[in-house]
């Protein structure tokens, strides 16, 4: 799905970079075999484009210009419509934003704009990112438990953050797709929270 | 002092072993330690590494009798701290306030990851193409 908008643009100095937020390249293998990219798609086992860009959960989308400036901050881009009826979130509309900013149509944001639309991270979030980094370490190196107390201690000090709480299921041994999941989505939005947090011109 | 052990610091990506005691669920290291650990040295009451120097907060403690207590040099860098004394690992992460300024910015926070075949890209190194950039997981 990337893989056709890079090829659509790229000779207008386009790119695509993927980062896969998984405990392995394996784990991520399968979907970036599937697609075949020729645009860079990257393994982030240690969750470094988490704390550098504060991503709280997938799929986040970032427009970075030809000059290294975030023109367009975190926001929810799906490649298609296959989680629709899950996301309420349509591709087309952040998709055609893309195509027109390639093609220079339409520009980013402003600084001050961007700025505004910009979450930044909070001692707590990145006490909780310590945690996950911390436990992380210690289920790679055969610590289990120990590895368990700082994966739920980084989840309740930043309960937004997916990355933390689903992304840390597959390495704690838990379905990220199964009842704990499940249980874990309905608690968080029965509370009137958003699971994804899409700047308003994708929301609206 | 309390028990020595060795205990592992995890600081940017990098684990090294230090020799340590822990007394009362804190992390003490010799001036010795905390340097090989983390590069940091007390000079004349600041804080300093090969890159940038931290002044203590007035009246601090840090380092009196050649003892730093990992907690407080984190927090005098301003830095979270992930401490399990049973598992005898610390991690050290970085300050909200350092990536809030570097996102504040607006320059694309610079990292280098591998692909599927190990061969690694730096996203420093695509200036002059307009990027999107796509955090995604298989979960």
Known sequence: ?204 | MGVAMTFTVIDQGRDREVRAHVEGGRLLLSAEALREALGWELHDGTLCNDAMCVPLPAGSRLGEGGVFDLGEVAATLDRPLALDVDARAAYLGVSAGERAQALGSLLAPDFTLPDLAGRPHTLSSYRGKKVLLIAWASW
């Open chain 1, 1 to 204: 799905m990337w893989q056709a908008l890079y090829e659509e643009l790229r000779e207008r100095d386009f790119l695509v970079i993927a980062v896969a937020l998984d405990q392995s390249a394996e784990d991520a293998r399968p979907w970036i075999e599937k697609a075949a990219p020729t645009y860079p798609a990257l393994i982030d086992t240690q969750h470094v484009v988490a704390d550098l860009y504060n991503v709280v959960n997938v799929p986040t989308a970032l427009w970075i210009d030809e000059r290294g400036r975030i023109v367009r901050p975190n926001d929810v881009v799906f490649g298609s419509d296959t989680f629709k009826h899950i996301t309420n979130l349509e591709s087309a509309k952040p998709l055609a934003a893309v195509r027109a900013w390639v093609r220079g149509e339409t520009a980013g944001f402003a600084p001050a704009d961007a700025r505004a639309l910009q979450t930044l991270p909070t001692a707590l979030d990145q006490q909780a990112r310590a945690e996950f980094g911390l436990a992380e370490w210690l289920a790679r190196h055969g610590q289990r438990d120990a590895a368990e107390r700082h994966f739920v201690r980084a989840g309740e000090l930043a309960p937004h953050d997916f990355t933390i709480r689903r992304g840390s299921m597959p390495i704690r041994g838990i379905d990220p797709m199964g009842p704990q999941f499940r249980e874990m989505l309905q608690t968080w939005v029965g509370g009137g929270r958003p699971y994804y947090r899409a700047l308003p011109d994708t929301r609206g």
